[in-house]
Nanobody
Framework: QVQLVESGGGLVQAGDSLTLSCAASGRKLKMGWFRQAPGKEREFVAGAGLSESSKYYSDSVKGRFAIARDNALVTVYLQMHSLKPEDTAVYYC?????????????????WGQGTQVTVSS
């Protein structure tokens, strides 16, 4: 496992953009973002492996969010555009040394503490 620290959350208005960052204490093959809204289960947002072709998104954010990794593979970003009130949630960074189902939170073994994103209408 590695330590993951998220940053960049905050309060924004609908239609705004926001970028989340997650710094890992070590290199991991796979990194992803999940979110959990009040009263709801944690859900997959986006995941990235080692190549540009290994990027995956949930249908709810596809076309609005973009995941990116630095060359050292220790930082992952989530660029969020055209934010909606329904994007309000605590966003969690996750990482793992496998290429199993990116959308399955059980395939990740390291988790950050979460960062709050609130989108007002």
């Amino acid at each position: 496992q590695v330590q993951l620290v998220e940053s960049g959350g905050g309060l924004v208005q609908a239609g705004d953009s926001l970028t989340l960052s997650c710094a890992a204490s070590g290199r991991k093959l796979k990194m992803g973002w999940f979110r959990q809204a009040p009263g709801k289960e944690r859900e997959f947002v986006a995941g990235a492996g080692l190549s540009e072709s290994s990027k995956y998104y949930s249908d709810s954010v596809k076309g609005r969010f973009a995941i990116a990794r630095d060359n050292a593979l220790v930082t992952v970003y989530l660029q969020m555009h055209s934010l909606k009130p329904e994007d309000t949630a605590v966003y969690y960074c996750a990482a793992a040394d496998n290429f199993r189902d990116y959308s399955d939170d059980r395939s990740y073994d390291s988790w950050g503490q979460g960062t709050q994103v609130t989108v007002s209408s």
